[in-house]
């Protein structure tokens, strides 16, 4: 019987299986922890700026605030909130949290 070797992208997700978001990423005392899963020639940042084009931004466990045009949106791990393009937004940590953040091209 042969064994399949397991297929990696370039960032470790496994090509073909599930993987478990909670526990994708790990928490590290006192700072802000990233993991791209896709890069195409995008950049990152948590103070407040703006897009050119809109982000879905998916809480997968703790609290958190996202600022989108002055109007502040607390929101908790099992909720999401789109951050329209153009408009400037920013997010704050209120506790320890993860987040998917996915960009929408179009």
């Known amino acids: 019987m042969k064994h399949m070797k397991q297929e990696t ?3 470790g ?3 073909g299986q ?10 590290q005392e006192g700072s802000i922890v990233s993991r791209e899963i896709i890069k195409k020639s995008t950049g990152q940042g948590l ?6 084009f809109d982000a879905l931004v998916q809480v ?3 609290e958190t605030e996202i600022l ?3 109007h502040p949106h607390r929101l908790q791990g099992g ?5 329209p ?3 400037p937004h920013a997010l704050k940590a209120l506790t320890r949290f993860k987040m998917i953040l996915t960009m929408i091209r179009s």
């Open 9 to 11: 992208s370039p960032k």
């Open 13 to 15: 997700l496994p090509s």
């Open 18 to 27: 599930s993987v478990r978001i909670s526990e994708f990423v790990n928490y």
């Open 47 to 52: 103070s407040e700026h703006t897009a050119p």
């Open 60 to 62: 997968v466990e703790g």
């Open 68 to 70: 989108i045009s002055g």
């Open 79 to 83: 909720e999401f909130i789109l951050m």
């Open 85 to 87: 393009a153009a408009q």
